[in-house]
């Protein structure tokens, strides 16, 4: 019978891709690591990793062994949800990961009403991007990611064993300085803020300038949308802002009104086996109020200032 932590180093290794990576992730030293490997190959009676330059790769009986080793793992995830279900009062700690405006934002609202509602729980929150946050939480270092998609665009991070609620449509606007401007084909010519290369909000902004029939000149690059609105505020780039963004203050910018399908999808994902775990549906629950109460804010601060 196969050691069954045996099978998770290897199961790391298949989503870490070094040695180093997985010593780091399990706590143990590089050599312990190539040592329980070495004895899972003795177990199983066959290679289990073939080098590839300086990394090593998953021979095909491993690859074997690592999908088995994620459904028993499955099984681990809905035994444990059952286990927490059974029991009267909701405890333990939760692991999420939030990208920016969601953290800033959502988050505070959320965990405001988990400590007024179930103080025994306890969350730990990391600010990291989807396309970081997806990988951790396959990896089972994240049990909840508050996520964004845009339109066309899908992260390759995303797998069928996740599952996804939808928690905001967020309308996303052109945020200029100049009143004069009405459309985007107005800014074939004025510098533009967008977030890094090969992100999912960059790449669906610069096929929205494509799409108006001209290349952006992407004259800032960040991935802070505090940044973006400053920016825009003082009329040195033109912006795309989430309306998420205003959950503290009225616009300092002309916001301009982009068709209704230009919306950010937020999302609050979790691995399907663990999505009856309580404290998946109380973090669930905090997410939905913070969204409404959120959203009651955003309203207000902007008012009219859009058109």
């Known amino acids: 019978m196969f050691n069954l932590r045996r099978l998770e180093v290897l199961r790391e290794l298949k989503h870490r891709g070094t040695l180093a990576a997985v010593a780091t992730a399990m706590s143990y030293s590089p050599s312990a690591v190539s040592q329980q490997l070495t004895l899972l190959e003795s177990e199983v009676g066959a290679p289990l990793l073939e080098r590839d330059g300086r990394r090593v790769r998953l021979t095909p009986q491993a690859e074997i062994l690592v999908a088995h080793t994620e459904t028993v793992l499955r099984q681990l995830d809905r035994a444990q949800a059952e286990i927490a279900a059974s029991l009267q009062e909701i405890t333990g700690t939760l692991r999420m990961a939030a990208f920016q405006t969601a953290m800033l934002t959502l988050v505070p609202a959320a965990l405001t009403w988990l400590r007024d509602t179930h103080p025994a729980v306890r969350v730990e929150i990391t600010q990291a ?41 967020d309308p996303m606007r052109l945020a200029v300085r100049d009143t004069a401007v009405s459309s985007l084909s107005d800014l074939v010519e004025r510098p533009w803020v967008m977030e890094p290369v090969g992100t999912p909000a960059r790449q669906w902004a ?23 609105a400053r920016l825009a505020a003082g ?14 203050r009225a616009p300092d910018v002309t916001l301009l009104d982009l068709a209704s399908t230009q919306r950010r999808t937020i999302l609050a994902t979790v691995r399907t086996a663990a999505g009856d775990h309580p404290l998946v549906h109380t973090a669930l629950a905090a997410l939905r109020h913070a969204v409404e109460q959120v959203a009651a804010t955003v309203g207000r601060h902007m008012g009219n200032d859009i058109r």
């Open 206 to 228: 610069v096929s929205l300038c494509h799409e108006a029939g001209f290349e952006p000149d992407v004259a800032f690059e960040s991935a802070d949308m505090l940044v973006h």
């Open 129 to 169: 991007e989807p396309d970081t946050a997806l990988p951790a939480l396959l990896a089972r270092d994240v049990d909840l990611v508050i996520d964004e998609t845009f339109p066309g665009h899908v992260s390759p991070a995303r797998a069928t064993a996740l599952s996804h609620r939808v928690l905001r449509e």
């Open 235 to 248: 009329g040195h780039a033109v912006a795309l802002l989430p309306d998420l963004l205003w959950c503290d």
